[in-house]
């Protein structure tokens, strides 16, 4: 580092304009690197006074979580060595420089300690390791799981490479079908474009958790910069690449998700526009609907796989924006629904028409309990489901998913359970069901047909029937072990053939619900801090929940406060839950609302929950129920007024 940058640090850092935090990354980046991008772009951003965006780069190192790692590639200002030969409105030649960004520094760091783990964990009957690694189509995704590849392999590991953009889900299934040791996905999910993430996954298909996630972390705090000496080339590992033989061996998984073959050929004439947001669920998810059936258009102009998501404002299916195009040629279609999938196709968003022919953006939370409640019903119809192994079955959801699903599963007397949020929890239920079958009888378990999976599940530990989080993931099998986007529009398509077949529309059947259960209505408020300043906000807000707690909202005073971080708090098959940093307050009236830092964005989470009477019997008659949906409507803005305005305050009492 030259003299004249080393005065600029020092002097920012005893004005407090970079933080001592950002100084001592920046001092221990370029120590570590010989890297010229580094130097160039910290001194182009020094000579324009750019602390902010310093104190943003540096002021953390990306840490490895359970789930990996996810953040900016792109900055907020793009300094010339990053910008390098592009166009100033093209991405950045270069990925952003700092040690809380998603670059190639924290890619190497993140994937030696993943292999330096590996290497360890493996028996001397399989010394060599391997990978299989996906991407989506985000910024700079192919340079990341180029460079991914070859630091596995040169350090020691098999790599099994998608050439070409694929989803999350197929990821996940890639792993079980090749008995790899572990996964890999670049992505990012739905954020912003400017995002890029990194995801591990286990050898059972499931994000990592508990102690080898740590085992994991600790091995990636170890590393303290980029370089490595690769290891002899008879030592490193070989590079296949995957494609489209991959594909269909998961397409005909999909097949398997559909309960009523019949059903669906005698409503083939039901129209489905379904889009991928520029992403990858055009890889598989039109195939597997027309080839069960279906009829199925794409957006031609949300088609192409586009890191930049450029026809919308956020790739979010769970956004009416980002459906907009579809729904317009839903419109001039005549089409029944819409089905968006954001661009690495786990999550699913869902625009139908109502009785009246208005299309209506369905929440995750109603996406979700329409197709629980079709899955009971058909399973319990076909007698797969029975009162003699009803027991053994099982509905999985997160603590802040709708309790109307709670409401459905003790109907059809399935017992439920909840996890914390993350589909990473739902995975290792999922391994542990798997590993309550007697090993003599799972020994060829991700090769059996489902049907064979279930009866050895019914019979020795617990069939999954579905699980989901109301946050537009979803899952109906456990031949992968994360959310499914391309199984969800199976699975929902389903559900829309089955309404049809019945002469009413998807919005009547969640009424069908609502009469049996009452109304229930979730949302949400999510509080945007970025950066430095942001991070500290986020975990101030978080606490203050707890040494603060509030005494009522609303006018209604606060019955309970469950707090996940100090609490013991045990599940419903008495498995004590991790520490999260998450806390529930449920008010005397029985409305409810969460407060959560999100894992993966600068948010902080507000879940809100409006829910019937416990006593309550449904409702009648059917008349009544207009009556019924204003008024929990009223309460639920009540209640999310309030809330907000509560974290305001606190907010202003923080400043």
């Not at 456990?478 to 499914?484: H, I, Q, T, V």
């Not at 389903?494 to 049996?516: K, M, N, P, Q």
């Not at 509080?527 to 991070?535: K, R």
């Not at 009540?638 to 809330?643: D, H, M």
Request: hydrophobic residues 40%; contains cysteine; aromatic residues 8%.
């Amino acid at each position: 580092m030259n003299s004249d940058l080393s005065a600029k640090l020092e002097a920012a850092r005893s004005t407090g304009e970079l933080l001592q935090s950002s100084y001592d990354n920046l001092i221990q980046l370029l120590s570590q690197s010989d890297n010229p991008l580094y130097e160039a772009s910290i001194q182009w951003l020094a000579n324009q006074g750019e602390w902010k965006e310093l104190n943003d780069r540096f002021f953390k190192r990306l840490a490895f979580g359970t789930g990996g790692l996810r953040g900016r590639s792109i900055g907020s200002v793009v300094t010339p060595a990053e910008r390098g030969n592009a166009a100033p409105d093209a991405r950045p030649e270069h990925p952003a420089v700092g040690t809380a960004n998603l670059n190639f520094y924290n890619l190497a760091r993140a994937t030696l300690g993943l292999v330096r783990h590996l290497k360890k964990s493996c028996s001397s009957a399989s010394p060599r390791p391997s990978i299989a690694i996906a991407r989506d189509t985000r910024h700079f995704g192919i340079e990341f799981a180029n460079f991914v590849a070859k630091v596995a392999a040169e350090n020691g590991c098999d790599v099994y490479r998608f050439s070409e953009p694929r989803s999350t889900p197929e990821l996940s299934f890639a792993v079980r079908h090749l008995n790899a040791t572990a996964g890999i996905v670049l992505t990012a999910s739905h954020n912003p474009p400017h995002d890029s993430g990194y995801k591990a996954y286990g050898s059972d298909g499931a994000q990592i958790l508990g102690p080898e996630a740590s085992a994991i972390i600790a091995e990636v705090e170890a590393i303290s910069g980029e370089r490595y000496d690769p290891l002899p080339t008879a030592a490193q590992g070989q590079i296949h690449e995957l494609g489209s033989e991959l594909d269909e061996i998961y397409l005909h998984r999909l097949d398997s998700l559909l309960l009523n073959p019949e059903l669906v050929r005698a409503q083939s004439d039901l129209k489905i526009v379904y889009t991928n947001i520029h992403g990858t669920g055009g890889r598989i998810t039109p195939t597997a609907l027309r080839r069960l059936g279906f009829s199925c258009e794409t957006v031609s102009a949300q088609d192409v796989e586009d890191g930049a998501f450029s026809t919308v404002k956020s790739p979010n299916p769970e956004n009416a924006e980002a459906l907009q195009m579809a729904v317009e040629q839903a419109e001039a279609s005549g089409a029944d629904i819409v089905i968006g999938t954001d661009p690495d196709a786990d999550r699913m968003g869902v625009v139908a028409r109502d009785r009246h022919g208005k299309m209506t953006l369905l929440t995750g939370n109603q996406i979700g309990s329409l197709m629980l409640y079709y899955r009971l019903h058909a399973l319990t119809e076909q007698g797969i489901i029975n009162d003699s192994n009803r027991e053994h079955a099982v509905l999985i959801k997160t603590f802040v998913t709708t309790d109307l699903q709670a409401a459905i599963a003790r109907h059809f007397r399935v017992p439920l359970i909840n996890t914390l949020t993350g589909f990473k929890y739902i995975g290792a239920k999922l391994r542990k069901y798997e590993m309550q079958i007697p090993a003599e009888l799972r020994a060829n378990y991700r090769q059996l047909p489902d049907s064979e999976t279930r009866r050895l599940r019914l019979e020795h530990s617990r069939f999954f029937i579905f699980g989901g989080e109301e946050s537009y993931g979803y899952l109906g099998a456990d031949f992968l072990r994360d959310k499914d986007a391309n199984g969800a529009a199976v699975m929902f398509a389903e559900v829309a053939a089955w309404a049809r077949s019945r002469g009413i529309t998807c919005a009547e059947l969640l009424e069908e619900l609502y009469l049996r259960h009452g109304v229930y209505l979730e949302g949400q408020h999510a509080e945007t801090l970025a950066g430095a300043e942001g991070a500290a906000q986020i975990q101030k807000l978080a606490l203050s929940y707890i040494e603060q707690p509030p005494h009522e909202i609303d006018g209604i005073k606060v019955a309970s406060i469950r707090d996940f971080e100090n609490h013991e708090i045990h599940d419903e098959e008495g498995e004590l839950i991790p520490k999260e940093k998450m806390v529930i307050i449920e008010l005397e009236d029985g409305r409810t609302f969460a407060v959560r830092p999100s894992g993966t964005e600068p948010k902080i989470k507000f879940y809100l929950f409006q829910r019937p009477p416990a006593d309550c019997q449904g409702i009648t008659p059917p008349e009544a129920l207009p009556a019924a949906k204003a008024t929990a409507e009223k309460a639920f803005a009540s209640l999310r007024e309030a809330v907000v305005a509560d974290m305001h305050a606190r907010l202003g009492q923080m400043a």
